[in-house]
Structure formats: structure tokens, C-alpha cells
């Protein structure tokens, strides 16, 4: 099993840049997929990016190529996820989720077992 903690949410104007983390207080994520969601009121948890710890693949949502990165920290045992050029419709509640042991890269949120407790991203325009 694993713990997971997100941080780096915040406030930003459009157009800049943040970064966030998910890290494990308890397990390790050497054989998981870890991905990032965001969600909306009102609105079903969207696909942002995953990434596979082992091997490093990684898959990216349409709306969000180009402008996020993700990526792995061995020595934190962390996902974090680059933003730029940020823009008001990236507003939202980001979580990250892991599946363990997954045959492939998941882009569905039931497909996660395991998720933190999200941080807000709010850009202005």
C-alpha cells in the first residue's frame, strides 16, 4: 500500500508556471503508474498525465501537451508535474493517484486505488 501526499498548489496569473509533487509517506512507488487528475465542482475527475515509475513512460491528456511535464524523483520518491503557461481553464482541485503492479497506463480514475487528498491550482486571467 502506499500514502500519498500532493503539494504545490496555488495562485497564479495566466500564463505562468507551478510546480507540483506527490510524494509517499508510507510505500513506494517503484512499481506503480502515478498520474495526475484534476477536477471541477460538478464534474467528473479529468485525466491530466501519467507516468510509469519503472521505464519512465509516460502519457499526457490533448489539453495539457506541450505545456506540463511529468516526471520522477528517485531520491524524494515523488511524481511532480511541470505546469506552464497556465491558463483559467486549468483551474481546479489536482490529485494524484497510483495503481500498483498495472499491466498498462491507465487514464481513468477508478483504475486508482490509492490517492491524496488534492491541492488547488487557481489561474487568473
Known amino acids: 500500500q502506499v500514502q500519498l501526499v500532493e503539494s504545490g498548489g496555488g495562485l497564479v496569473q495566466a500564463g505562468g508556471s507551478l510546480r507540483l509533487s506527490c510524494a509517499t509517506s508510507?510505500?513506494?512507488?517503484?512499481?506503480?503508474?502515478v498520474a495526475w487528475f484534476r477536477q471541477v465542482p460538478g464534474q467528473e475527475r479529468e485525466f491530466v498525465a501519467a507516468i510509469r515509475w519503472s521505464g519512465g513512460s509516460t502519457v499526457y491528456a490533448d489539453s495539457v501537451k506541450g505545456r506540463f511535464t511529468i516526471s520522477r524523483d528517485n531520491a524524494k520518491n515523488a511524481v511532480d508535474l511541470q505546469m506552464n503557461s497556465l491558463k483559467p481553464d486549468d483551474t481546479a482541485v489536482y490529485y494524484c493517484g497510483a495503481k500498483l503492479n498495472p499491466v498498462r497506463i491507465r487514464t481513468t480514475a477508478s483504475d486508482y486505488g490509492y490517492w491524496g487528498q488534492g491541492t488547488q491550482v487557481t489561474v487568473s486571467s
Open positions: 508510507r510505500g513506494t512507488l517503484s512499481y506503480a503508474v
